[in-house]
């Protein structure tokens, strides 16, 4: 499956953004979703995942209450609704596809990446 990104820019803190991960080449309700963030220097980190039918989410601690993830497997598409935005929410964010069990929290999990989109907080 092929993952493309989409949504990122230059937001205020307090502000919201919704990104995009566009689906093609496969089924796309035959994947988990996962949204990771990567900032300069730092390791790519898990933020959020989805069950391929939408029915359950994860999210790490620090984006509990601001962020939610959600699917429209019709449409072939998956989302991060961010809001509550902050500056240390700047980095460039990551979807992607995991074909595993259940939906992985660690980026060893997920075997399809699409490019990242940056999202830049500023105070």
């Known amino acids: 499956v092929q993952l493309q990104a989409s949504g990122g820019g230059l937001v205020q803190a307090g502000g919201s953004l919704r990104l995009s991960c566009a689906a093609s080449g496969r089924t796309f309700s035959d994947y988990h979703m996962g949204w990771f963030r990567q900032a300069p220097g730092k390791e790519r980190e898990f933020v959020a995942a989805i069950t391929r039918s939408g029915r359950n989410t994860n999210y790490v601690d620090f984006v509990k209450g601001r962020f939610t993830i959600s699917r429209d497997n019709a449409k072939n598409m998956g989302y991060l609704l961010m809001n509550s935005l902050k500056p240390d929410d700047t980095a460039a964010y990551y979807c992607?596809?995991?074909?595993?069990?259940?939906?992985?929290?660690?980026?060893?999990?997920?075997?399809?990446w699409g490019q990242g989109t940056q999202v830049t907080v500023s105070s």
């Open positions: 992607a596809a995991s074909s595993r069990l259940g939906a992985p929290l660690g980026v060893n999990g997920y075997d399809y």
